[in-house]
Nanobody, 118 residues
Framework: QVHVVDSGGGLVQPGGSLRLSCRAS????????MGWYRQAPGKQRELVAS????????NYVDSVKGRFTISRDNAKNTVYLQMNSLEPEDTAMYYC???????????WGQGTQVTVSS
């Protein structure tokens, strides 16, 4: 069993920054992929940023490129999402997804709320 805990959300003014953290624990031999998804009210969940643990390649949705940075700590089975220049449109519940292999839907964190508002 794999347990995923995501944290770091909060209320921030436009232009501000937040750092989200996601840690996976449990029966883990190796991690294939960790990603941050977000879902705003009335919208579909979208993949915001992702990282492949082997090699460290990253991907971002166009709307956050240049503002968000995803990074990992392999030893801690942890991924971070540094979010800068936050905009009201970034307001959403952010969820971490952890996959131990490619053909897997993975495991989800409980979500952490990010609200960008003045």
């Amino acid at each position: 069993q794999v347990h995923v805990v995501d944290s770091g959300g909060g209320l921030v003014q436009p232009g501000g920054s937040l750092r989200l953290s996601c840690r996976a624990s449990g029966s883990i031999f190796s991690i294939y992929f960790m990603g941050w998804y977000r879902q705003a009210p009335g919208k579909q969940r979208e993949l915001v940023a992702s990282i492949f643990f082997s090699g460290g390649s990253t991907n971002y949705v166009d709307s956050v490129k240049g503002r968000f940075t995803i990074s990992r700590d392999n030893a801690k089975n942890t991924v971070y999402l540094q979010m800068n220049s936050l905009e009201p449109e970034d307001t959403a519940m952010y969820y971490c997804n952890v996959r131990l292999r490619a053909a897997s839907s993975g495991y989800w964190g409980q979500g952490t709320q990010v609200t960008v508002s003045s």
